[in-house]
């Protein structure tokens, strides 16, 4: 059974940092691209940014304007967001998703889903 547990949520400041998690198993975890999908109240879910499955190959979505970092840990099972200079209109909950080819970019097919974590952003 796949199972994508998200971490790392929290309440930040306008301009702070915070780093998500992502903990995968029940798939051979390098074989996948991953990533994250995020979806603000009121609003649809969006691509955010994606990783392919050996990592050499890094996606992300053109709003972020390199605020946002992806990156995984093949010997952990894990992958990571790394957010910076946090603006309110970030505030979304976020999800860690699971591809189902070894490179995917938005567009691709993203056939499993974590539970997801909230981000807020705000004073």
């Known amino acids: 059974e796949v199972q994508l547990v998200e971490s790392g949520g929290g309440l930040v400041q306008p301009g702070g940092s915070l780093r998500l998690s992502c903990a995968a198993s029940?798939?051979?975890?390098?074989?996948?691209?991953i990533g994250w999908f995020r979806q603000a109240p009121g609003k649809g879910r969006e691509w955010v940014s994606s990783?392919?499955?050996?990592?050499?190959?890094?996606y992300y979505a053109d709003y972020l304007k390199g605020r946002f970092t992806i990156s995984r840990d093949n010997a952990k099972n894990t992958m990571y967001l790394q957010m910076n200079s946090l603006k309110t209109e970030d505030t979304a909950v976020y999800y860690c998703?699971?591809?189902?080819?070894?490179?995917?970019?938005?567009?691709?097919?993203?056939?499993?889903w974590g539970q997801g974590t909230q981000v807020t952003v705000g004073s």
């Open positions: 998703v699971q591809c189902d080819q070894s490179y995917c970019a938005g567009q691709g097919r993203y056939i499993y």
């Open positions: 029940g798939f051979t975890f390098d074989d996948y691209a």
């Open positions: 990783i392919s499955g050996s990592g050499d190959m890094l």
